[in-house]
């Protein structure tokens, strides 16, 4: 062994740890320019009320087309809207959360996440450095806010609202039910 280093060929479990990684690699690609291209067409549907050839709401064409709930479209677009593509491609690499891209928006540019002064490409070569950069980044979770009633009512309350909304035409004496519920609130809120 006089000069010459030993060598010892990879084992076939780590090549085919490899094997797959790359494929994890490619289809997370793939899904993050699937996903900005999903945002994109569910936005040109909804905006140009494109579903109405299918279907008479929005919420229907969601679960019977796309197999999205109204609520899954919705917040897809909306991510689209406030974030661009740029969100669902990190998100595929290294899965981040709303709050947390929020959180890092300011150092997300074309070239990459800025961390310490250096850009890190958002690129399958990056993933590690990536994600060590996010978690660094990542606020600090607040404390659950002390159990509040109201908030809790209010918030089933939108979420009703939602949910009629998406119904359709209600009858009149399901109407009349609805007012009689909105008076009932109204003098609550006096």
Excluded at 73 to 78: M, N, S
Excluded at 126 to 138: G, S, T
Aim: charged share 20%; aromatic share 10%.
């Amino acid at each position: 062994m006089s000069g010459f280093a030993f060598f010892t060929p990879m084992s076939t479990n780590s090549f085919e740890l490899g094997s797959w990684i790359g494929r994890r690699q490619a289809f997370s690609a793939l899904a993050g320019q699937s996903m900005a291209a999903q945002a994109y067409c569910l936005r040109q549907i909804r905006e140009k009320k494109l579903y109405l050839s299918v279907t008479g709401n929005w919420p229907d064409f969601c679960v019977r087309r796309a197999g999205l709930s109204r609520a899954q479209a919705d917040r897809i677009i909306q991510y689209l809207d406030e974030f661009g593509d740029t969100y669902f491609h990190l998100n595929e690499l290294i899965g981040i959360s709303p709050d947390t891209y929020r959180a890092i928006q300011s150092c997300i540019t074309e070239s990459g996440l800025t961390y310490k002064g250096k850009t890190i490409p958002i690129d399958f070569e990056a993933i590690p450095e990536l994600a060590a950069a996010v978690e660094a980044m990542r606020p600090a979770k607040p404390a659950p806010p002390p159990s509040d009633p109201f908030r809790s009512l209010v918030s089933q309350l939108r979420s009703c609202c939602i949910r009629l909304e998406g119904l359709p035409a209600l009858t009149v004496s399901r109407k009349a039910e609805l007012l009689s519920l909105a008076e009932r609130l109204r003098q609550l809120a006096l």
